[in-house]
T-cell receptor, first 114, second 119 residues
Framework: NAGVTQTPKFQVLKTGQSMTLQCAQD?????MSWYRQDPGMGLRLIHY???????DQGEVPNGYNVSRSTTEDFPLRLLSAAPSQTSVYFC?????????????FGPGTRLTVT | AQSVTQLGSHVSVSEGALVLLRCNYS??????LFWYVQYPNQGLQLLLK??????LVKGINGFEAEFKKSETSFHLTKPSAHMSDAAEYFC?????????????????FGKGTKLSVIP
């Protein structure tokens, strides 16, 4: 299994541009989520999904959209990039919504918005 | 809402010395508690977790943590630090959020503690 994969690894955007961060998992996990990591802030939940066709907002959803058309893929869309969205983005998945299942993280996407 | 406080954003220890990383949580219900490790330029990896049962939890790489309800703490320890333990460590607590009545459990992370190991 490849686990959780994310592309791209690095991205530089100009203010106002849009882009999609890709996330895929090959473990048939029901639950997937997106976090952003900023220095001194830990990880903050952006959006999550408990199954194909079902998504919900996390702690910091503004400026981001998600959809879940398949079990495997959970892309994160930045609608109009802002410098405040400069961060490292992690996708994660776990087998079920209940937390005693281990959560697996992807390697991250480092995004810079100028 | 549940929250996590990690005391000390940076901790330095000598190789071979005890590692102690502190985590306190707030929760109105019995929590699930986790420690994750992040090596440079990598994603997070689960070290150990407490759900129910034995309060002393053993994890990978010789780490362990003890759940103390009376102190609302879940401190991470390792008897003897190795150079390879240098990383950032995150404590996390579960947070139940209802979605269509089915329940969906989220992780709330602390701000992290960067561990340096001095040769």
């Amino acid at each position: 299994n490849a686990g959780v994969t994310q592309t791209p690894k690095f991205q530089v955007l100009k203010t106002g541009q849009s882009m999609t961060l890709q996330c895929a998992q090959d473990m048939n996990h029901e639950y997937m989520s997106w976090y952003r990591q900023d220095p001194g802030m830990g990880l903050r939940l952006i959006h999550y999904s408990v199954g194909a066709g079902i998504t919900d907002q996390g702690e910091v959803p503004n400026g981001y959209n998600v959809s879940r058309s398949t079990t495997e893929d959970f892309p994160l869309r930045l609608l109009s990039a802002a410098p405040s969205q400069t961060s490292v983005y992690f996708c994660a998945s776990r087998e079920r919504r209940l937390l005693y299942y281990e959560q697996y993280f992807g390697p991250g996407t480092r995004l810079t918005v100028t | 809402a549940q929250s996590v406080t990690q005391l000390g954003s940076h901790v330095s220890v000598s190789e071979g010395a005890l590692v102690l990383l502190r985590c306190n949580y707030s929760s109105s219900v019995p929590p699930y508690l986790f420690w994750y490790v992040q090596y440079p330029n990598q994603g997070l990896q689960l070290l150990l977790k407490y759900t129910t049962g034995a309060t002393l939890v053993k994890g990978i790489n010789g780490f362990e943590a003890e759940f103390k309800k009376s102190e609302t703490s879940f401190h991470l320890t390792k008897p003897s630090a190795h150079m390879s333990d240098a990383a950032e460590y995150f404590c996390a607590v579960s947070e139940a959020k209802d979605w269509s009545g089915a329940g969906s459990y989220q992780l709330t992370f602390g701000k992290g503690t960067k561990l340096s190991v001095i040769p």
